[in-house]
């Protein structure tokens, strides 16, 4: 058995761009959910609108392609009237931040046993490469055409300010980490969010000098900054660049959750 | 069958249909005048092994009813009129995806926040067409606390039978009255069909309605809003398969209007005939029991929409329809498109009752 | 096992050169006929789980296989007696 199995072959091949961090993500999850021998029949993928969104399409269990933003409340109603149901929940950054970042926090809060996996690439891909509220300031796209002058959200940060159970964030570069983060997050009662940092090539990348797939890549790459090393900074005094992340878990707790399988 | 007697409210009658018919899951946010659905339903809904949850706006418990449904639960929610403006984008996903659900929309003063505390009925254009595109849904309209607890009973086996969001549009004045009911011994429960195995799950049989095929039962469904095929893929850019579905859709409801038509007709050979739902019907039975001399006809509906005309033509001998709502003439404009008699539309703002002296005068005034 | 990039799902992305760690990969040449340069195998003698998958009775690595966006790359069983490069090393 391998990830492979649980995609519906035959709408394969996807319609993600050539090159799109999205279906790096889909994979890992697969390959967690795979490695935690859990039934097609007992698995329910729930997600909004937009690039990301567009996966529970591509596999092979029972699925629920929602509202803009909402993927979390449709969520909440199957996990809590059907606990047995494993339910994993694919959204983006506009999906989760934006419209649905009341749904998020009060998800966190309740700690609902979901399993959250938020490709975040930064931008509105689907709807052509629109601003999100993740966009790096000074980062170009169609509705920030002078640079983006918002301060972006830290999603991680969010989560566990509103106490979800597991929070942890690699990038598509960091395929076996993210693995094993989505590992993590599917073993642990309550919420667990892993949020994923995923190259746009056609809408990002295409708009702020990654030319190639593998220039973005390799971006996400260098400015990783591991939460080790983050810390060991903090504790010598050195001076965090501003444009570096940290990857990693950065939250696990056992506070008490909702809805978990009996 | 035997039945006990109980002096409810009528909020308390809907939350007690809805147990009885097996409600499962109930997924709230507390707005006046609904609020004592909710909390009925947050009291008694986990002693009977069902769940409870308080969500954090109307949008995520439209979402969660939704999501709850698929799982097999039947499921509810109830609101009024500044969350019902909120729930439409989810509407219109159950009605899309064809989910079964109950919504309560206990109406109030509107627009906006409008009156909380007072009576109205002015949700009944937006019930029909208040998310965006063409879909088609059942509404019921309660007058007495009774019709309360059998309107909810029967909006449950609607609901499941026509996969179909199903709306109980009660007002406040029925939600908040106190009034002796009869509660029966036990009630009629019509269940979900099942989807055959091999079936595709949105391949509609002759009566227009897909098998449902649960979450968790081996059928691997993948359910969207997007435009679909019949095995549930989305197929967005298919000008035909787009018209087959909607089409679909809207004649599922409309095409069974008369199998689910509830009203009663009363003097079918007037030359006056009243047609009221909800709480102006006791105002117009009240007219018609201090008038019993004159010639004075009444069609009181239960099911709004789909709207049954065909009741109109029952009344072979009519002159003028009176139509008295708490709106500016909502169900009369329905009205006024199936008939070629005057239809004389009785609006009342505010929030009070029809008074019987109301209904008169406009009588008087059409001798 | 012998690795297979399938042609009717590359994009030509190239991330699989990018992240394998024995570089097994190289850049292709030859568009094909959707018009893609799809990777080739430049040194397959180095790839661990073509090695070893029988060995450990597992797979190994697999990087590739995960960061491809498109489900391209799989491995698939030899021909008996197929001639393939053996590299011994020290």
């Known amino acids: 058995m391998s990830f492979e199995d649980w995609y519906r072959q035959d709408r394969l091949p996807h319609i993600y761009c050539a090159g799109c961090g999205n279906g790096t993500i889909i994979n890992c999850t697969l390959a967690a959910i795979d490695q935690m021998g859990w039934k097609k029949e007992e698995t329910v993928f729930v997600s909004g609108i937009g690039c990301s969104s567009r996966a529970p399409g591509y596999i092979l269990t029972d699925s629920l392609h929602t509202t803009h933003g909402r993927a979390l409340a449709f969520a909440t109603g199957v996990k809590m009237a059907n606990p047995c149901l494993n339910v994993v929940v694919f959204t983006g950054d506009g999906d989760l931040a934006a419209i649905g970042g009341n749904h998020f926090i009060h998800a966190c809060r309740r700690n609902i046993d979901l399993t959250v996996v938020c490709m975040n690439n930064q931008i509105y891909g689907m709807t052509g490469g629109q601003g999100s509220p993740t966009t790096p300031i000074g980062c170009l796209s169609s509705t920030t055409p002078f640079g983006c002058a918002e301060t972006p959200f830290d999603l991680c940060e969010l989560a566990t300010a509103a106490g979800a159970n597991y929070v942890s964030r690699w990038t598509s570069y960091h395929v076996k980490e993210l693995e094993k983060a989505v590992r993590s997050g599917l073993e642990t009662p309550g919420f667990s969010f892993i949020e994923a940092l995923v190259q746009c090539p056609t809408a990002f990348g295409r708009r702020n000098k990654f030319r190639q797939v593998a220039d973005h890549v390799e971006y996400l790459r260098t400015h990783s900054l591991l939460k080790a090393k983050r810390d060991r900074m903090l504790e010598s005094g050195e001076k965090i660049p501003g444009d570096m992340f940290v990857v990693g878990e950065l939250t696990r707790r056992n506070r008490p959750a909702m809805g978990v399988k009996p | ?367 | 096992m012998k690795l297979a990039i399938d042609e009717t799902r590359c994009k030509g992305c190239n991330l699989c050169i990018k992240v394998c760690p024995y570089k097994i990969f190289k850049e292709g040449k030859n568009l094909n006929r959707k018009g893609i340069a799809i990777p080739e195998l430049d040194r397959p003698e180095r790839c661990a789980n073509c090695r070893l998958q029988y060995l450990y009775g597992r797979q190994i690595c697999g990087v590739c296989q995960l960061i491809c966006p498109d489900q391209a790359i799989h491995w698939v069983e030899e021909e008996p007696y197929e001639p393939h490069k053996v590299a011994i090393e020290y």
């Open chain 2, 1 to 367: 069958m035997t039945s006990r007697l109980e002096f409810w409210q009528g909020n308390t009658a809907c939350a007690e249909g809805a147990l009885a018919a097996g409600c499962t899951f109930f997924g709230g946010y507390p707005i006046t005048p609904s609020t004592e659905i909710a909390e009925h339903m947050a009291a008694k809904l986990p002693k009977k092994g069902g769940v409870f949850i308080q969500m954090e706006d109307e949008i995520a418990s439209m979402a969660s009813i939704i999501g709850a449904s698929w799982t097999g639960a039947r499921a509810m929610t109830a609101t009024s009129g500044p969350g019902f403006s909120l729930m439409m984008e989810n509407i219109g996903f159950a009605a899309m995806t064809e989910t079964p659900c109950v919504v309560v929309n206990v109406q109030r003063g509107g627009p906006s926040t409008g009156q909380p505390t007072m009576s109205a009925q002015g949700d009944m254009m937006q019930v029909r067409f208040g998310s965006h595109g063409d879909y088609a849904i059942i509404a019921l309209c309660p007058a007495t606390v009774q019709e309360m607890y059998e309107l909810t009973v029967k909006a449950f086996n609607l609901a499941d039978k026509y996969r179909v969001p199903v709306f109980l549009m009660a007002d406040e004045t029925i939600g908040h009255m106190r009034e002796k009911i009869l509660i029966p011994d036990k009630v009629e429960r019509v269940g979900r069909k099942p989807l055959m195995r091999g079936t595709l799950p949105f391949k509609a049989d002759a009566d227009l309605i897909p098998g449902f095929g649960q979450f968790g039962t081996g059928h691997h469904i993948h359910v969207t809003g997007l435009t679909h095929d019949e095995r549930g893929y989305p197929c967005a850019t298919n000008p035909k398969l787009h018209a087959a579905l909607v089409q679909r859709l809207v004649d599922k409801i409309e095409t069974a209007r008369y199998e689910m038509a509830d009203y009663d007709i009363i003097n079918p050979e007037s030359s006056k005939v009243f047609i009221a739902y909800g709480a102006p019907v006791r105002t117009v039975q009240q007219v018609m029991h201090d008038n019993k001399d004159k010639d004075i006809g009444f069609l009181r509906l239960r099911t709004v929409w789909p709207f049954p005309e065909r009741a109109l033509a029952r009344f072979r001998n009519v002159q003028e329809f009176f139509v008295p709502e708490m709106n500016l003439g909502q169900i009369a404009r329905e009205i006024e498109r199936h008939v070629k008699v005057p239809v004389i539309s009785i609006p009342k703002l505010g929030g009070e009752l029809h008074t019987p002296a109301d209904l008169v005068a406009p009588l008087e005034a059409h001798q």
